[in-house]
């Protein structure tokens, strides 16, 4: 197995590059899958993305994003037209962001209906997916609900843990509702492990970055190059293996530093940290396999980056053939 065959591009990692560009890119550097977002897709225009992703040969490993089923209506109208979209794109899963207390937007400013009653919260995100599940059913799209840090509670997401989302997951077959495995948002949970054995056949996604270390002060910009961080991803990738998921893994990151880099540079230091801190588990599991020599691309800047990951790097490229 080569680290190829499961990567997939989140379009978020390379966030300047527009649908077309990143498509082109997926397949200038033989990648065979994309993680889509809704206002890039709509940029692009829905119709003119599904032909450009089929034309390429590429697999929609997920679209994101819905949710935000804490505000007085649930959002059920935008939620709707998003599995609509998932539907036309074919996407393996719409990933669902639960969303916050009412009344806090994301970022935090308060408005109308603002509220500390983080119960009735939660209960709003079960209402709005027994709404949505029969829709999205209805249209062959698979809900993947996937869990923020703590940190993002109050502004994004009321499900702070795996085994919170799975709680509610449970209630509907594997098929129609899953759960998104995310290393940044899961990885300081003790009971993470246990809760992906729990998972097995539902989860929908997993999607892989680094919790770097101090956080900027935008902590939604937190997240790393696999190895600029502090997660340990050989247990987390194993354990989402030994839970059956097959599916396609994405590189999922959210920084100013990596976004300013040439995207190029970027999706080849991504397929060689895939391949160092990723794929070995995979290929460990299956017995055998081997990565693929990605050729050239620097170590991604970072506050938390020292000389030494710096360093480290090079030695990536050493290894990424091996």
């Not at 709005?128 to 599940?133: D, H, I, K, P």
């Not at 502004?155 to 843990?161: G, H």
Request: glycine share 14%.
């Amino acid at each position: 197995m080569t680290v190829i065959e499961r990567l997939s591009l989140n379009q978020w990692t390379t966030r300047c590059w527009s649908v077309r560009e990143a498509v082109d890119g997926c397949v200038r550097h033989g990648i065979p899958a994309i993680g889509l977002w809704r206002e890039a897709v709509a940029k692009q225009g829905l119709a003119a993305t599904a032909k450009l992703v089929t034309d390429a040969g590429l697999r929609v490993s997920s679209l994101c994003r819905g949710g935000f089923l804490t505000g007085p209506d649930r959002g059920l109208g935008d939620n709707r037209a998003a599995i609509d979209e998932a539907a036309t794109l074919g996407a393996a899963c719409l990933v669902l962001v639960v969303g916050g207390l009412p009344g806090v937007a994301p970022g935090g400013a308060r408005g109308p209906g603002f509220s500390r009653d983080l119960a009735d919260a939660r209960a709003r995100v079960a209402d709005g997916l027994t709404a949505l599940v029969p829709y999205a059913a209805d249209r062959g799209v698979r809900l993947a609900l996937e869990p923020l840090h703590p940190m993002y509670c109050a502004d994004r997401a009321v499900l702070s843990t795996l085994g919170q989302a799975l709680d509610l997951a449970e209630g509907y077959p594997a098929e129609q509702v899953g759960v998104v495995v995310d290393t940044f948002h899961l990885w300081w949970d003790p009971e993470v492990l246990t809760q992906i054995a729990r998972a097995a056949g539902r989860i929908a996604g997993y999607q892989v970055s680094d919790f770097l270390v101090p956080l900027p002060a935008d902590t939604l910009l937190g997240r790393g190059m696999m190895g600029d961080g502090v997660i340990d991803f050989a247990p987390l990738t194993a354990a989402v293996n030994a839970a059956g998921y097959r599916g396609d893994i994405e590189v999922e990151i959210f920084n100013a530093d990596i976004w300013a880099t040439d995207p190029d540079e970027v999706v080849a230091t991504m397929k060689r940290r895939f391949a160092r801190y990723v794929n070995g588990c995979l290929a460990g599991a299956k017995g055998g396999g081997q990565d693929v020599a990605t050729g050239g691309g620097a170590s991604m800047p970072s506050g938390a980056e020292s000389a030494d990951r710096r360093g480290g790097d090079a030695a990536d490229l050493g290894g990424a053939g091996g």
